[in-house]
């Protein structure tokens, strides 16, 4: 069954840019990959999708390699408001959507 | 335009209890899918219903099920509860269609607590 792999938790300041990667093995060849946000007491957000290289939309870029047994969400010039916690999403072979442990980002000040 | 409802936000049964969990996808969505949120296990994926057939299933027993109405309304049943089942169990609505794209809405959830 496949596993998707991200770290516990991340902490930077204010105006700098982060990366969380992600390792989804043995996903399904043509699904994509997605990302999203959760802050405490909300649903999940949804932030950005990819199937391969990069992508780019007004909050994030998600980078896929070639192999997409990962993908990186780079979040830009963080602030205060981008402190949640960040979990990607593949569908794995066999048809099973797999969340990742979710990384908590903290930005400081 | 609306997004997604669930109903109760709260909810506190007793063990061997059953509940029935409701959402309301957003207007014009066919996809609503049920995800289980637990400190220890994070996000797993229950199911997904599309046009009122389940289309995909993780791995829960079957004391976990589902149905959705004509009207893309769904409402997810647990049968039996244990103390394990405490959770939060989103919601997410998404057009379903085909393209394998997993854009999908969520509602704030629903917080169960079993004694």
């Given amino acids: ?109 | 335009k609306a997004g997604v409802t669930q109903t109760p936000r709260y909810l506190i049964k007793t063990r061997g209890q059953q509940v029935t969990l409701s959402c309301s996808p957003i207007s014009g969505h066919r996809s609503v899918s049920w995800y289980q949120q637990t400190p220890g296990q994070g996000l797993q994926f229950l199911f997904e219903y599309f046009s009122e057939t389940q289309r995909n299933k993780g791995n829960f027993p079957g004391r976990f099920s589902g149905r959705q109405f004509s009207n893309s309304r769904s409402e997810m049943n647990v049968s039996t509860l244990e103390l394990g089942d405490s959770a939060l169990y989103l919601c997410a609505s998404s057009s379903g269609n085909r393209g394998q794209t997993y854009e999908q809405y969520f509602g704030p959830g629903t917080r169960l607590t079993v004694t």
Wanted: aromatic share 10%; net charge positive.
């Fill in chain 1, 1 to 109: 069954l496949a596993k998707t792999t991200q770290p516990i938790s991340m902490d930077s300041y204010e105006g700098q840019e982060v990366n969380i990667t992600c390792s989804h093995n043995n996903i399904a060849t043509n699904d994509y990959i997605t990302w999203y946000q959760q802050f405490p007491s909300q649903g999940p957000r949804f932030i950005i999708q990819g199937y391969k290289t990069k992508v780019t939309n007004e909050v994030a870029s998600l980078f896929i390699p070639a192999d997409r047994k990962s993908s990186t969400l780079s979040l830009p010039r963080v602030s205060l408001s981008d402190t949640a916690v960040y979990y990607c999403l593949a569908l794995a072979a066999g048809n099973k959507l797999t969340f990742g442990g979710g990384t908590r980002v903290l930005v400081k000040p």
